[in-house]
């Protein structure tokens, strides 16, 4: 099986983010995640179709087909299952604090 983008046609890297996460906070993050996945991963395949979806030239959720993109995603939430689990419970805890605190702070931001 080879991937081939969804014929879903050009759309705005702007609005396809904020549309795709719902806020620009998410989006923002998601922008950046992307753009560290394509700085991992230089001179490949990979990084051209990131740089194609950062673009607005391919939309995002052709990645969801994409195997070489699962497959650093899958790798990349080992790593961070392997990393949790490594935690002591008081810094666990204290990342979750961390967590609900950005993520309270990125609702009040939306909510003005």
Known sequence: MSWQPHPEGETGPEDQFLSFTGDRSSAARLRANLTRIA???PGT???SRLAEVQAGRRPIRDLADDPEFAEVIATGIDD???YVASLTPEER???VADAVDANRADVERRDR
């Open 93 to 95: 805890a204290t990342m």
């Open 80 to 82: 961070y299952r392997s």
């Open 45 to 47: 395949a990979l990084a």
């Open 39 to 41: 700085e991992d991963h």
